[in-house]
């Protein structure tokens, strides 16, 4: 299996200041016939279900604000909320789905500073 | 509007059964492969079963092979999890999630609120 691992645990950022997470994966989640990467980010709000933000490593799902943006390729990559919210405190995950079983990251915690 | 709707969770003994239903609409069921993901109280997402459109092909996690049967009938929308031989480390809120393809290897586009299974003496 892929693991995936994600870094920080948590973080606290202050309102509109810049939140990062890195996710890592165990092995490549380029597929080099397509040249997409099998990597998605999913934000999952206290007593909600997850939702899905980016898909193919930094293609952002269809109404998610600009300021969520996905980068990396290969075993690395990042998430980045450009100008936090007060609505995006959240766990983020990381997902490969490029081999069964697709596996989550542990998630990060994103709170207000 | 695209939704998931859950139901089946409950109390169940150890050693005891649950099937767990998610009822699809808004979107053409049988043309997309259907996951469920479960989430441990105060823990992360693991991913436990997948299953292609046609119900041909079933993917489990090791944690559940051999306990857990997913099938879907696309007559009725609804996708199913047959859990047997369940164990206190079941205890989850077990998801229902769409995957954005045919075919299993992409992103979950959708997802349901979830049902709870709680495995207690």
Known sequence: ?113 | EVQLVESGGGLVQPGGSLRLSCAASGFTFSSYAMTWVRQAPGKGLEWVSGISVSGGSTYYADSVKGRFTISRDNSKNTLYLQMNSLRAEDTAVYYCAKVANEYLYYYLDVWGKGTTVTVSS
């Open chain 1, 1 to 113: 299996d892929i693991v995936m691992t994600q870094s920080p645990d948590s973080l606290a950022v202050s309102l509109g200041e810049r939140a990062t997470i890195n996710c890592k994966s165990s092995q490549s989640v380029l597929f080099n016939s397509n040249n997409m990467n099998y990597l998605a980010w999913y934000q999952q709000k206290p007593g909600q279900p997850p939702k899905l933000l980016i898909y193919w490593a930094s293609t952002r799902e269809s109404g998610v604000p600009d300021r969520f943006s996905g980068s990396g390729s290969g075993t690395d990559f990042t998430l980045t909320i450009g100008s936090l919210q007060a609505e995006d405190v959240a766990v983020y995950y990381c997902q490969q789905y490029y081999t069964t079983p697709p596996t989550f990251g542990p998630g990060t915690k994103v709170d207000i500073k």
